[in-house]
Nanobody, 121 residues
Framework: QVQLVESGGGLVQSGGSLRLSCAAS????????LGWYRQAPGKQRELVAS???????NYADSVKGRFTISRDNNQNTVFLQMNSLKPEDAAVYYC???????????????WGQGTQVTVSS
């Protein structure tokens, strides 16, 4: 069974750093895009960063220059290094694994349980 297990969330002061980890299991995720989403109270869930392979990377404008997404060698673990954290970064962060559609096969997506990131002023 596919499982995405997140860790690293917690409370950090404004300007501080935090690193989130997501370990994916149950599939070979080499061909999956791995990413991080976040959802703050009263807001839509938004893409924070995604990575396909090792160098196809996208970031939300709000986190560019502060956050770094990376992937381990076996492609099954994704990290989000968050630096210079701001109160507006506070949210529940979700790990996502997505396999794009091919031919008649639909896309598949899997989600982690979410981990809370709180940023204090």
């Amino acid at each position: 069974q596919v499982q995405l297990v997140e860790s690293g969330g917690g409370l950090v002061q404004s300007g501080g750093s935090l690193r989130l980890s997501c370990a994916a299991s149950g599939r070979d995720f080499t061909s999956y895009t791995l990413g991080w989403y976040r959802q703050a109270p009263g807001k839509q869930r938004e893409l924070v960063a995604s990575i396909f392979g090792s160098d196809n990377i996208n970031y939300a404008d709000s986190v560019k220059g502060r956050f770094t997404i990376s992937r381990d060698n076996n492609q099954n673990t994704v990290f989000l290094q968050m630096n210079s954290l701001k109160p507006e970064d506070a949210a529940v962060y979700y790990c996502n694994a997505n396999l794009k559609s091919w031919g008649w096969r639909p896309s598949y997506t899997y989600w982690g349980q979410g981990t809370q990131v709180t940023v204090s002023s």
